[in-house]
């Protein structure tokens, strides 16, 4: 675990976004578009993640609160099937964030207080992302665990903001606002394989129920802190001599 929570693993992960900004709102903004973007090959997820935040400028934050119409319009990225368009509405979807009270991160806060866990958090973010009228296409790229799905990418995105340690990883930029005890574990293929082999996930789908599953047994070992495990389990899925180990138990 603590071979990948060191500061020498930032500059190789998605995670390096948002690291290169200092205000809160660029760095919220940067992240977000990391996560949104956080699936394949991660030199190619920084590389279209990097094209991006280069023609929001120096500040996203400021160019989400003042782009005209046609400075949205010139905006450009091809990454997978996140393309121009859904690019240019995710300019105005943040844009009706940040006019909420408390921007991004007030939503979070307002909808996960009191509660053990953010997927309603994560669903009421996604409202506000949403009013202002998505094309269809749009709305795929942020997942809704109302619909069950499992939302590996906002959980990660929450785990940057939220988390806070000495090992210079995660930003903690929310650290007071949110508790780590209400985080979950980001759960894709290679995170659900290694929880599988290690007996912490039994259900077979990636999906909201095997979130919970897996939430309940890492809360167990530290229920503080519980997704400083998902470390161990992407690092151990990194491991060509680990997933060598897996293979040879089925």
Known sequence: M?????AAFVEADPICIPHRYEEKEDMEIAGFFSA???????KMIIRSASRIMEQLGSSPFDFVQQASDAQIRRLHVVHRTFQSDDLHYFIRG???VYRQPGGMMGIFQRAGAGQPELHDAIVAFRTHFFSVHPPQRTSKHVSDPSRGSAAKRLHMMLRWFVRKDDRGVDLGIWHGALSPHQLSCPLDVHSGTVARALGLLQRKANDLKAVRELDAALRALDPMDPVKYDFA?????EEKAWKAEMASWT
């Open 2 to 6: 603590a071979y990948y929570n060191q």
């Open 36 to 42: 949104t973007l956080a699936w394949g090959n991660r």
């Open 94 to 96: 943040l844009r009706a």
């Open 233 to 237: 389990l992407f690092g151990l899925g």
